[in-house]
C-alpha cells in the first residue's frame, strides 16, 4: 500500500464554524498533512447538520453529539473522529418567567416545557439532564414541546414530545403561561430568566462533582472516503488536535485579545481542573461520552448505549490530543 502522503487524495469539502479550537486550520496557520479542506461556510450551522444526515453533502462536517448518535443508531454513512470541537454547561439553558408562579425545576413535572428545534438537540439532552441529574425531576411526566423537528426523519420521540402549534412562538408561549420553560432559546424578553438561580456556578459545581465537562460537537467523516484512504481519519483529527493545541496554548497564556463567552468558560474550566479543557481523544473522554449516552437512553432517545469504539474511525480510537 502507498503511504498516505503518496496517495491522490482528494480537497474535502469540509464545514465547521470558525471558533477557538479550529481558527488555525481555518486561517492556514496549521496546514493539513497530505490533503486540503475546503472549508464551506453554512451561516446556520445546524443546517449543515441536517444535510450532512440527510443528503452526505459534505466529505467532513462538524456534528452535534446527540444528533450523530441517533444517525448511527439509523444506519448513517459517516463515522465520527474523537475531535470534540464545543463544549459547554448547560445550566442557564432553561428559561423561564418568574412571574408564573413556577419557584423551582420540580414544579416542572405536569407541566408543558419548550425545546427549540428538536427533541434530540444536545443542549437539550444536556440541559433535561441537568433537571434529572442534579434537581430529580422525573423528565417523563414533563410534555416537551418542539419549535422544529429531527435531523434524523427515522427517529420517533417518545409519547410526552409533541410540536408546537402552527405558528406559534415559544417566547410568546411562556410569556403568556403556556409553557412552565424553555430550552435552548436565545430569548429577547428582559422577563424571561434562567431557572437554576447562578447557573455559572451550579456549573462549576457539577464540573467538581463529576468531573465532566460536557460535549456538544464532534467531527464526522464520509465512510466511503475512510475507507478508499485508510489513514484518512486520523490525519484530518492531527490537523484537528494540531488547531486545538494552539488554541488551548494561546487560552492558557492570555494570549486571546477578545475572549468569547466560550472562550471564558473553557478558561475557568482550566483553571479549575489544572487540565486541557477540551481534551480529544476517546481515552479522555470516555467517562462524559458514557454519561451522555446514559442520558439519551433515559430519555428514550436511544434504545441502549452504542458501543463506544464503533463510534469513532478505525486508526483514531488510541489517539490523544
Known amino acids: 500500500m502507498l503511504p498516505f502522503h503518496a496517495m491522490a487524495v482528494p480537497t474535502l469539502t469540509t464545514v465547521t464554524r470558525t471558533q477557538g479550537a479550529n481558527a488555525s486550520l481555518k486561517d492556514g496557520t496549521v496546514r493539513p498533512?497530505?490533503?486540503?479542506?475546503?472549508?464551506?461556510?453554512?451561516p446556520v450551522?445546524?443546517?449543515a447538520f441536517r444535510r450532512m444526515v440527510r443528503g452526505l453533502e459534505f466529505d467532513v462536517s462538524e456534528m452535534a453529539l446527540t444528533t450523530y448518535l441517533v444517525a448511527k443508531a439509523h444506519g448513517a454513512r459517516f463515522t465520527a473522529l474523537p475531535a470534540f470541537l464545543v463544549r459547554g454547561f448547560h445550566h442557564g439553558a432553561i428559561l423561564y418567567d418568574p412571574e408564573s408562579g413556577i419557584s423551582g425545576p420540580k414544579d416542572l413535572e405536569g407541566r408543558r416545557v419548550?425545546?427549540?428545534?428538536?427533541?434530540?438537540?444536545?443542549?437539550?439532552?444536556?440541559?433535561?439532564?441537568?433537571?434529572?441529574?442534579e434537581h430529580g425531576v422525573d423528565l417523563d411526566r414533563v410534555t416537551w414541546v418542539l419549535s422544529g423537528d429531527e435531523h434524523v426523519p427515522d427517529y420517533r420521540p417518545p409519547s410526552n414530545v409533541v410540536p408546537m402549534p402552527e405558528g406559534g412562538s415559544l417566547e410568546e408561549m411562556v410569556?403568556?403561561?403556556?409553557?412552565?420553560?424553555?430550552?435552548?432559546?436565545?430569548?429577547?424578553?428582559?422577563?424571561?430568566?434562567?431557572?437554576?438561580?447562578?447557573?455559572?456556578?451550579?456549573?462549576?459545581?457539577?464540573?467538581?462533582?463529576?468531573?465532566?465537562?460536557?460535549?456538544n460537537h464532534l467531527v464526522v467523516v464520509r465512510d466511503d472516503l475512510l475507507r478508499e484512504f485508510p489513514r484518512l481519519?486520523?490525519?484530518?483529527?492531527?490537523?484537528?488536535?494540531?488547531?486545538?493545541?494552539?488554541?488551548?496554548?494561546?487560552?492558557?497564556?492570555?494570549?486571546?485579545?477578545?475572549?468569547?463567552?466560550?472562550?471564558?468558560?473553557?478558561l475557568r474550566v482550566m483553571e479549575a481542573t489544572g487540565r486541557d479543557p477540551l481534551p480529544?481523544?476517546?481515552?479522555?473522554?470516555?467517562?462524559?461520552?458514557?454519561?451522555?449516552?446514559e442520558h439519551a437512553v433515559r430519555q428514550h432517545i436511544l434504545d441502549a448505549p452504542l458501543p463506544l469504539e464503533a463510534l469513532f474511525a478505525d486508526g483514531t480510537r488510541d489517539l490523544t490530543a
Open 280 to 293: 480529544y481523544g476517546l481515552a479522555p473522554n470516555r467517562l462524559v461520552l458514557e454519561e451522555l449516552m
Open 45 to 47: 450551522l445546524v443546517h
Open 233 to 266: 481519519g486520523a490525519e484530518v483529527f492531527g490537523a484537528f488536535a494540531r488547531a486545538k493545541q494552539a488554541y488551548v496554548e494561546r487560552l492558557g497564556n492570555g494570549a486571546i485579545a477578545r475572549p468569547t463567552p466560550a472562550d471564558l468558560v473553557h
Open 33 to 42: 498533512h497530505g490533503f486540503t479542506l475546503d472549508f464551506e461556510e453554512v
Open 114 to 133: 419548550g425545546v427549540n428545534r428538536g427533541y434530540t438537540v444536545t443542549t437539550g439532552v444536556w440541559a433535561r439532564a441537568v433537571l434529572d441529574q
Open 175 to 215: 410569556l403568556s403561561g403556556e409553557l412552565a420553560a424553555v430550552i435552548g432559546l436565545d430569548a429577547r424578553s428582559a422577563r424571561l430568566k434562567p431557572l437554576i438561580s447562578d447557573p455559572q456556578q451550579a456549573a462549576m459545581a457539577a464540573l467538581a462533582e463529576r468531573g465532566t465537562y460536557p460535549i
